[in-house]
T-cell receptor
Framework: GEDVEQSLFLSVREGDSSVINCTYT??????LYWYKQEPGAGLQLLTY?????DMKQDQRLTVLLNKKDKHLSLRIADTQTGDSAIYFC??????????????FGTGTKLQVIP | DSGVTQTPKHLITATGQRVTLRCSPR?????VYWYQQSLDQGLQFLIQ???????AKGNILERFSAQQFPDLHSELNLSSLELGDSALYFC????????????FGEGSRLTVL
């Protein structure tokens, strides 16, 4: 079955870069996502990458996809205290009839030290 | 604001009781998903509905059930509650196809005492 794995915790100093890693098992995944969950809130989509892309950059965020190794990473440049949150990696698989299945990782808690 | 509304935001109840969590999807979204977030188990997929029909089932206990109504809102029913059912329950909605982005509500925090 589909599985998405992430490390549970990452601590960085304010101003440094953060790199959150994710591996997934389903080679049929069409889109891969990064969601952010701030304390007491729901998940919010940060960015996504289509499976035929290697990299996507969006302001301070860079997503790298290694499809061969099924490895996804999220780099946050110049990490700020406001970036402290849980980051979820997710993979989408298309099913018959136009439906989809989205599998989430366990989430990586990012702690930014001032 | 994602456009997905969940009620209640907080709920405290006793073991053995039954509760109903409600979700209104974003306007125009036909798909609704339910997820459970526990402290030690991350985000677990429970069930998905599309336009009133069940489309996919995850790790949903037999004590739990859900449905999606003609107006597209959805309810998750949790019965014979146990201490271990204490968690955040999220509802998400999406359109079919495209990027498949899920829009999440703010969750319903259930505490079973």
């Amino acid at each position: 079955g589909e599985d998405v794995e992430q490390s549970l915790f990452l601590s960085v100093r304010e101003g440094d870069s953060s790199v959150i890693n994710c591996t997934y098992t389903d080679s049929s995944s069409t889109y891969l996502y990064w969601y952010k969950q701030e304390p007491g809130a729901g998940l919010q989509l940060l960015t996504y990458i289509f499976s035929n892309m290697d990299m996507k950059q969006d302001q301070r965020l860079t997503v790298l996809l290694n499809k061969k190794d099924k490895h996804l990473s999220l780099r946050i440049a110049d990490t700020q205290t406001g970036d402290s949150a849980i980051y979820f990696c997710a993979a989408k698989r298309d099913l018959s009839g136009g439906y989809q299945k989205v599998t989430f990782g366990t989430g990586t808690k990012l702690q930014v030290i001032p | 604001d994602s456009g997905v509304t969940q009620t209640p935001k907080h709920l405290i109840t006793a073991t053995g009781q039954r509760v109903t969590l409600r979700c209104s999807p974003r306007s125009g979204d036909l798909s609704v998903y339910w997820y459970q977030q526990s402290l030690d188990q991350g985000l677990q997929f429970l069930i998905q509905y599309y336009n009133g029909e069940e489309r996919a089932k995850g790790n949903i206990l037999e004590r739990f059930s859900a449905q999606q109504f003609p107006d597209l809102h959805s309810e998750l029913n949790l019965s014979s509650l146990e201490l271990g059912d204490s968690a955040l329950y999220f509802c998400a909605s999406s359109v079919l196809g495209g990027t498949g982005e899920l829009f999440f509500g703010e969750g319903s925090r259930l505490t079973v005492l």
